[in-house]
């Protein structure tokens, strides 16, 4: 245990705030909202696998080379693609640091478990796997980038091609494993969103009588509808709707 | 009706503890759980054995001495009820209830259901308080306060710093008795003076000695006063809102 004089004070603002566990806390929401943005863009984008083709070619791949080429020319080729790309990154990596510091600093605050069974009240099977479930998540996506994104053998189909993305996203999920893999990854997901979603308002000191019971609403609509709209493109390809 | 107890029994800080098994014959119903308590260790001490150490004052709910895990929850299977405030009628005769001491690093155990709550102290002292000219008594209604923030504000005062929230907590938090002290003065027009210094202060003094809030609300539910996790909301909002003002009123000293 430290004494408040052995605080180490006046870093820069973001550390000195980062330093704290609710900052932590508020920095996990933050980059929570980030993330369930960008996944709720994702499978808005894979939601185009069913979209018919656009003279030949298929209407996923023109989407893929519109994300490229996105702002251009006012802005150099690829280059907004990267900066969504950085800030993607630099938000999962927060999240995961964020989570790492809290669960030891937890650890520490309960060294000797109780002895007895405990008997929650509240506490959700989802509230109560977010490190594991995360954890599990996280794993899959290093999977998944290497499948899809970079198509790095063994983990992507033999047929990759670098911007063919409908037929990789075919070759991809004929493969009954990888999708069993894909489908537990986004229920993972979902299950960590059911709490996340929620939690979030909580951490960032949104709340409000007006508004708090559709919190939970909005957590359970937000992972049901992420989980629905990433299972469907893949379980059509695995049962052959999609060729 | 007759009951078994499972009493987690240690004899000091630093000794390894073990769960003792104690038979309870005859007891009331009408009995508090503490009362039963009391009847067991009268037995124990005339049959010269080592009687159960366990914390109570009051008796009425309202002090905050008395808190025990009882089997695995914090303060008994009622809820909004203080240990001292269970009565046995709420078991079955023939029961077997395991009784544990509150597990946190920031309540080292002191002997057997006995805890040492010193880091609560530790909070309040951080800003738990107004400051204000002492002398006379100031006249009743001098400031006035809207009638929903006198009740909200008094919601968060009737925290009793049990620790059970603590207790509860999967996480080992304090996050609960934190916030229900802050805005307990935070809502207040007298709490306004020290509402940015209070909250910065207290929430790193908690973070010191407990665990992180995840949301899960078991506290709320372990809660004898059924304070609300909201407080924690607006604790938290408030932190941020302190960390920014606070930089700036530092910049206003010459
Ligand atoms: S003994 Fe005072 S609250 Fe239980």
Redesign the interface.
């Known amino acids: 245990?430290?004494?408040?004089s052995q605080?180490p004070k006046k870093a820069p603002?973001p550390v000195?705030?980062y330093r704290?566990?609710?900052?932590?806390?508020?920095v996990m929401a933050v980059t929570g909202v980030i993330i369930i943005g960008f996944a709720i863009a994702h499978m808005l984008g894979n939601l185009k696998m069913f979209l018919p083709d656009v003279n030949g070619i298929p209407d996923m791949d023109i989407y893929a080379e519109a994300l490229r080429s996105l702002f251009s020319p006012i802005v150099p080729e690829h280059v907004m693609l990267w900066l969504l790309r950085v800030g993607l990154i630099v938000a999962f990596l927060l999240h995961v640091h964020a989570a790492y510091a809290?669960t030891i600093?937890?650890r520490?605050?309960?060294?000797?478990?109780?002895?007895?069974?405990?008997?929650?009240?509240?506490?959700?099977y989802a509230?109560?796997t977010?490190r594991w479930s995360g954890v599990i998540f996280f794993a899959f996506l290093a999977f998944h980038l290497a499948d899809f994104t970079l198509g790095i053998q063994p983990a992507a189909p033999e047929t990759w091609e670098h911007g063919r993305v409908y037929a990789n996203f075919v070759a991809g999920f004929q493969r009954p494993l990888v999708t069993a893999f894909y489908v537990i990854a986004v229920s993972l997901l979902g299950i960590h969103l059911y709490?996340g979603a929620?939690?979030m308002?909580?951490?960032?000191?949104?709340?409000h009588?007006k508004f708090?019971a559709a919190r939970r609403v909005a957590a359970t609509i937000i992972s049901g509808v992420i989980v629905i709209g990433f299972i469907a493109p893949p379980l059509a390809v695995a049962f052959g709707y999609l060729k | 009706m007759n009951i078994t107890l499972q009493v987690w029994k240690q004899e000091g800080p630093d000794r390894a503890g073990r769960f003792a098994t104690y038979q309870v014959d005859d007891i009331e119903p009408e009995m508090s759980f503490l009362e039963m308590l009391d009847i067991l260790n009268e037995r124990l001490v005339s049959q010269g054995d080592d009687p159960i150490s366990f914390d109570h004052d009051c008796r009425e709910g309202i002090c905050g001495t008395c808190g025990v895990m009882i089997d695995g929850q914090a303060h008994g299977p009622q809820l909004g009820t203080a240990t001292c405030q269970l009565h046995m009628r709420k078991f079955r005769d023939g029961d077997t209830i395991t009784v544990e001491p509150w597990r946190a690093a920031g309540f080292p155990i002191v002997r057997d259901l006995v805890v040492d709550r010193t880091s609560f102290d530790r909070i309040i002292e951080a800003g738990g308080y107004i400051t204000v000219d002492t002398g006379a008594a100031p006249d009743a209604n001098l400031i006035p306060v809207p009638k929903d923030v006198a009740e909200t504000a008094f919601d968060a005062a009737a925290c009793i710093g049990c620790g059970a929230c603590v207790a509860a907590c999967p996480n080992g938090a304090a996050n609960l008795f934190t916030a229900a002290k802050i805005n307990h003065l935070n809502l207040l027009p007298q709490g306004q003076a020290e509402r940015w210094a209070r909250t910065e202060a207290m929430v790193e003094v908690m973070e010191e000695y407990f665990g992180s809030c995840t949301n899960h609300g078991e506290c709320e539910k372990a809660c004898p006063k059924e304070i609300s996790i909201d407080f924690i909301a607006w604790m938290n909002r408030d932190y941020v809102k302190a960390k920014v003002k606070n930089r700036r009123l530092m910049g206003q000293k010459a």
């Open positions: 245990m430290t004494t408040t605080r603002f000195e705030f704290s566990a609710v900052g932590k806390k508020w809290l600093m937890n520490r605050a309960r060294q000797t478990d109780y002895q007895a069974p405990r008997n929650y009240v509240a506490a959700t509230s109560r977010m709490h929620w939690s308002f909580q951490s960032m000191g949104v709340n009588p708090n």
